[in-house]
């Protein structure tokens, strides 16, 4: 290990728990002391119960729902370890709210992705690990060194592992041509792609599918699934047109609103997630199909603690 810190800390925010018991335990370490609790006026108190000083920390926080209130956590957290004298600090973040404002789409349109990186730049992070973020120039957003781990082989092997036959990898929109491309790839099969219309955010209309999926077992792969609007007019689509199946697959489940209850009653057989965001256990569905990320996210901890190259987690072979 790199004799410059004092050791390993992983500290817990309340975004996604389970997770970051995952990485502890792969790292054969318990989790820091710390809580994160709010006054009775909504304000989030953080309170450190241990020494970080010279330690090479890494906080695991995801900032999806209640977005706000994560991602004031995880500032907040960063700013207590600063002032605690951390050696290095690492903000983990599986899934990167505020990714899809990533641009001025039109005038005046703020770039909320970059003015989150700025803000976890300030607050002390000295490092980002994340995952499948919705646009990859956010990269080059920040000021630091950003990892950017890859979801999709962790789905690809998934669905290699059903030995479906005759199958062929959809892409819900023009945006996702590259994923779906790299999954087929992986899966050694044709893909296609839905063209889809969306009068306006949350709602898309398919208008025509490129591509031979008459027959053959479908799957269609995205970064993310919010209200499930998308994934569900697909499946629709690709049915009535002849498809044999469907089965899809995102790294972040985000699933607002009414999403897992329209993905339950949709055509769709599998609907396979990453547990970058925490899906609590009442919500579930029977079609719901959550696989972990704890191992790879305590891998990049791993190697980058010892200087190890993380390029094989985040670019692996099959997937490049």
């Known amino acids: 290990m790199n004799g410059n810190f004092n050791g390993i800390k992983i500290i817990a925010g309340n975004s996604n728990r389970k997770l970051a018991k995952d990485i502890a335990n792969y790292l054969d370490l318990t989790l820091a002391d710390s809580t994160a609790e709010k006054f009775s006026d909504g304000e989030i108190n953080f309170s450190l119960n241990e020494s970080v000083r010279g330690s090479d920390v890494y ?8 977005t706000n209130d994560n991602l004031m956590e995880l500032l907040i957290t960063l700013d207590s370890l600063k002032r605690a004298s951390a050696g290095r600090i690492t903000v983990v973040i599986p899934y990167y ?30 490092r980002v690990i994340t995952m499948d973020l919705h646009a990859s120039q956010i990269q080059g957003f920040f000021d630091i060194p950003v990892d950017h781990l890859a979801g999709g082989p962790t789905i690809a092997n998934y669905f290699e592992s059903l030995g479906l036959d005759n199958m062929v990898v959809v892409s819900p929109d023009a ?11 992986q899966l050694g099969c044709s893909f296609a792609i839905i063209d889809k219309h969306r009068p306006k955010p949350n709602e898309s209309e398919v208008m025509n599918i490129i591509g031979d999926i008459e027959g053959k077992n479908c799957i269609m792969i995205d970064d993310m699934i919010d209200t499930g609007g998308t994934i569900v007019n697909g ?3 690709l049915m009535e047109r002849g498809a044999k199946s469907v089965r899809a ?34 919500k579930r569905i029977d079609k719901l199909k959550i696989i972990g990320t704890g191992e790879l996210f305590g891998q990049a901890i791993e190697y980058t603690h010892s200087g190890r190259s993380l390029s094989r987690l985040f670019k692996p072979e099959n997937y490049i």
């Open 97 to 126: 709210g505020y990714a899809r404002q990533d641009r001025k789409a039109k005038s005046r349109d703020p770039i909320t992705a970059k003015l989150v990186a700025n803000l976890l730049t300030t607050a002390g992070a000295d």
């Open 235 to 237: 499946a629709k689509a």
């Open 59 to 66: 906080v695991i926080q995801s900032t999806n729902f209640p």
């Open 175 to 185: 945006g996702s041509v590259k994923r779906t491309r790299k999954l087929a790839r």
């Open 249 to 282: 697959g995102a790294t972040h489940g985000v699933l607002s609103g009414a999403a897992l209850k329209n993905i339950e009653e949709s055509p769709l057989e599998e609907f396979v997630v990453l547990d970058t965001i925490e899906i609590p256990e009442e």
